[in-house]
């Protein structure tokens, strides 16, 4: 149970961090050219990160094996830069005229893949081996 509690808390904290620093410092100004960032509402996205935070750490929990933590974290974060950035990207570009959709690609899902492999790799840390019984 802490480790779902500290995973929970990690992925809260270094998502909405990530998510403000992307968004709206570092590349504001490509986010507003694009008219998905006209003025940011970070309830709503602190809302859907801990929406996250409740349900990625459970699956990372069942995914992992704890031979190699590293390795497996790094898996499970692709894997979820995969599937979630289908969403956050790509379905993303079928509704909203972003303007060049390689720029946008760029920049939307490097977003993913540093979030997710960052989270990968702390969930990784953070279950880590498992622990051997004393003998």
């Known amino acids: 149970m802490k480790k779902l509690v500290l995973s929970s808390l990690e992925y809260t904290v270094v998502a909405f961090v990530l998510?403000?620093?992307?968004?709206?410092?570092l590349f504001k100004?490509?986010?507003v050219s694009t008219g998905?960032?006209?003025?940011?509402?970070?309830l709503f996205g602190l809302a859907s990160i801990i929406i996250q935070a409740?349900?990625?750490?459970?699956?990372?929990?069942?995914?992992?094996?704890?031979?190699r933590p590293a390795a497996e974290g790094l898996g499970f974060g692709?894997?979820?830069?995969?599937?979630?950035?289908?969403?956050?990207?790509?379905?993303?570009?079928?509704?909203?005229?972003?303007g060049p959709l390689p720029r946008w690609f760029a920049?939307?899902?490097?977003?993913?893949?540093?979030l997710y492999v960052l989270t990968g790799l702390?969930?990784?840390?953070?279950?880590?081996?498992?622990?051997?019984?004393?003998?």
Do not use: Q
């Not at 409740?54 to 031979?67: D, F, M, Q």
């Open 19 to 25: 998510a403000m620093l992307w968004h709206v410092v």
């Open 36 to 42: 998905m960032l006209e003025e940011p509402k970070p």
């Open 29 to 31: 100004k490509y986010y």
């Open 78 to 98: 692709l894997l979820l830069a995969a599937l979630l950035g289908s969403f956050g990207v790509v379905e993303a570009a079928s509704r909203y005229d972003l």
């Open 54 to 67: 409740l349900i990625l750490p459970a699956l990372y929990s069942a995914y992992h094996k704890g031979v």
């Open 122 to 135: 702390a969930f990784g840390m953070i279950f880590g081996r498992p622990r051997r019984a004393a003998g």
């Open 107 to 114: 920049y939307e899902g490097s977003f993913f893949v540093a």
